[in-house]
């Protein structure tokens, strides 16, 4: 894991006053968190690339970047390739020759054998750019699901900026912070960002995960964004066996997938919530290491509702780990959730991202540089319980009455459901549009216009910017797609990397090790949501390995403090100078009917509602980055 700087013009451009070299070791310190242990610069008329690096495979000064293969190419990388010592041994057979024992040094031969097509070889995490000397163009990728961040912006100039986060196109020349009013309405509305390639700053644009894209001169001329290349999306595996077989194939991939994830040269710890993903990360792990003293770190709440530590201990007590815990502390977010937005260079979206930053933090006090987590779990097994109304509504469709009556008792005999609950699921997705907001709307549920969000005067097209999407979603396979490419991954994967990033730590996702996620979304709906039962094939997988009290729940919090007491224990002066704050920089977005909103809540004249979260984060925002409209 490391942070990674370019700059590239597309007419060769003399440094002689040395401005572009100082631009970009101040994007290198920007994210100085990122990479501690080394950093290091390359320079051509016309493209510089910088790296920080976090060592985690090969800790020797063999492993530096920029890394440069055959006097020709160029790399800055930041990830992990997982499988690169099968590539290195394919590799060496064709004649390539190594000089160190790291991925970044196989990623580079791979892309002097392949080429661009060397993406499709790779498995892993990865955001990178490779320089051809020789053409003088720039290759730049990001891997399939968008694990690890790249951004570019493009400046008045005409130069073409990369970077790891955000916040390091701020020291560039021609910078300005202005807000995108159509992506912050979708933040305030919906709580919703990284849904599409724009970010909430104007002009500041993510690769998508599983595109590339290739800057050459003097071909390409500007717009003020790029036009990737989309060179991976995830296809469902075909699946003809029954379940059975489905359980043996899962847990014959999750077992080399968690295996893959733990190669490091630095000490390796997990997150674990007791939801049963974290838990059957911890426990595959025991099962492979039982010989090591297994590092956990997780977030308790005792008292309240939302505590998960009996869950939590079952796990410690089962594969005798070295579990740690951290207690929510409200006090500190008057001092930290500054610091915090700044680390993810956008507002968040509620109080359990505090929660993740302080496992972060207490993990690497203990040292840890490497964390497993259960990062798209939900997504690819169909772990949100909305998974069960959109099998429900399409069995409906289908004219199986039979299996529809059969699914809805199995679904109300597992999760304690009404009849009428059920039934609000399936009329929410078949209703029009033109009558499911009327219907929210009375209902007390979020609506496309807030009466505290204006709009007009930006040209805002208003909406669930999730709708499309869920609506062109024919089954739970498309559904679960339209999950990891757009609607809830993306923004996970943002808050997890720059949580962990924070405190120089890597995180790493193996439920979205490409292999399993393309089996899982193969897999048929009646397996994957047997009798309407989440997760159903990783319950029957891990079930000799996880505690029964963690195999069979039926509740999902994951993390999730108590946002709503928390909030309440800040004084109540500081919150609302937050929220008028917050109001007068929004240059009319939010409607002053906001203040009083936001007073009601804190002042319980009416239920909490995450609005107070979402102003307070907008505002601390745009003063910690000087936005403006």
Known sequence: MCGIAGIFHFAPVSDQDGKQLAALLAMMNAVAHRGPDQDGIFADEGCLLGHRRLSILDLSESGRQPMVYADRYVLVYNGEIYNYLDLRRQLTAAGYHFLSDSDSEVLLAAFAHWGPDCQ???????????????????????????????????????????????????????????????????????????????????????LPGGSCVTLSRPDLSLSGRLSPKIWYRPEPQAFDGDRLAATAQFQSLFEKAISEHLQADVPVGSCLSGGLDSSAIVCMIHHLRKIERQLTFSAIFPGTTLDESTYIQAVVKKCSLEGHTTLGRPEELIDVLPRL??????????????????VFALAAEHGVKVMLDGQGADEVLGGYHYFIARLLTQTLQAGRFGDYLTLQRSVQAFYGYKLWQILRWSLNLLLPEWLRQPL?????????????????????????????????????????????????????????????????????????????????????????LHQGQTKHVLREAMQPLLPEIINQRRDKLGFEPPEASWMRQL????????????????????????IKTCDQIIHQERPYDNLLWRVINLGLWMENFSVRF
């Open 120 to 206: 499709q070889y790779l498995s892993g995490m990865w955001a990178f750019l490779i320089y051809d000397r020789q053409n003088r163009s720039l290759f730049v990728s990001r891997d399939r699901f968008g694990i690890k961040p790249l951004y570019y912006w493009i400046s008045p100039a005409g130069l073409v900026a990369f970077a790891s986060e955000i916040k390091q196109f701020t020291v560039l020349p021609g910078w300005q912070a202005k807000a995108n009013p159509q992506r912050l309405y979708d933040y305030l509305a919906w709580n919703l960002i990284d849904h599409t390639d724009e970010t909430l700053f104007n002009g500041v644009f993510q």
């Open 341 to 358: 937005i700044w680390h993810q260079d956008e507002p968040t979206g509620s109080a359990s991202v505090y929660v993740q930053w302080q």
């Open 440 to 528: 929210r709307r009375h209902l007390g549920l979020a609506s496309a216009r807030p009466a505290w969000l204006a709009g007009e005067r930006f040209g805002i097209v208003p909406g669930d910017p999730k709708r499309p999407f869920e609506k062109d979603a024919r089954n739970l396979k498309e559904l679960s797609q339209s999950e990891v490419a757009h609607t809830r991954l993306p923004m996970l994967l943002h808050r997890e990397d720059r949580n962990a990033m924070a405190h120089s730590i890597e995180a790493r996702v193996p439920f979205l090790d490409h292999h399993l996620v393309e089996f899982l979304l193969g897999l048929p709906d009646e397996i994957r």
């Open 571 to 594: 004084p109540a002066a500081w919150l609302q100078k937050q929220v008028v704050s917050a109001y007068e920089q929004s240059s009319g977005l939010l409607e002053p009917s906001v």
